[in-house]
């Protein structure tokens, strides 16, 4: 079965620093595109970046270019999320989510969250 | 970058109900569209993709259709399970953008 968890979520000072981590198994993660989408308490879903099953190609939504970045271990069946100079409006649930091995692209697969809390 | 906007943004509505929620995009994204569903607490899930195809296990109540710009998802005959938010998503290019929601609630 497909599983995806998060973690590395927590409580962090405006400007500071965190890594959010997603453990995937049940699939072949090597050959699969990985995004991150975060959810602001009670708000809607906004979709923050997407990286390559080889890492060769990176987006990211404008919200958090230059101060997000994403990155991926094949080798570990893991993906990554660093997240800097934070702020109060980062604070959301963080979802890792499966995007498409080849052809259309959609995410069709999603792990329960990691809870982002910024302090101002 | 592309913007999605759906409507409306709530829609109370009864069990049995023929129901429809729209999605515009900002400009022509083809059918390159995507529906989601999400519960309270939970994480979303594909209902439609490609504008009007469905992802394995959804229900025939669901249905999508539209290109271009405009695009609907209509729920047949509303059943308790089925009160929950929709997004819409556009994969036609990077950053790939979510409409809103539409939050459906019972009546």
Sequence with gaps: EVQLVESGGGLVKAGGSLRLSCAASGFTFSTYIMDWVRQAPGKGLEWLSSISSSSAYIYYADSVKGRFTISRDNAENSLYLHLNSLRAEDTAVYFCARGPSSGYYKIDWWGQGTLVTVSS | ?107
């Design chain 2, 1 to 107: 970058d592309i913007q999605m906007t759906q409507s409306p943004s709530s829609l109370s509505a009864s069990v049995g109900d023929r129901v429809t929620i729209t999605c515009r995009a900002s400009q022509s994204i083809s059918n390159y569209l995507n529906w989601y569903q999400q519960k309270p607490g939970k994480a979303p899930k594909v209902l439609i993709y490609a504008a009007s195809s469905f992802e394995s296990g959804v229900p025939s109540r669901f249905s999508g259709s539209g290109s271009g710009t405009d695009f609907t998802l209509t729920i047949s005959s509303l059943q308790p399970e089925d009160f929950a938010s929709y997004y819409c998503q556009q994969s036609y290019s990077p950053p790939y953008t979510f409409g809103q929601g539409t939050n459906l609630e019972i009546k």
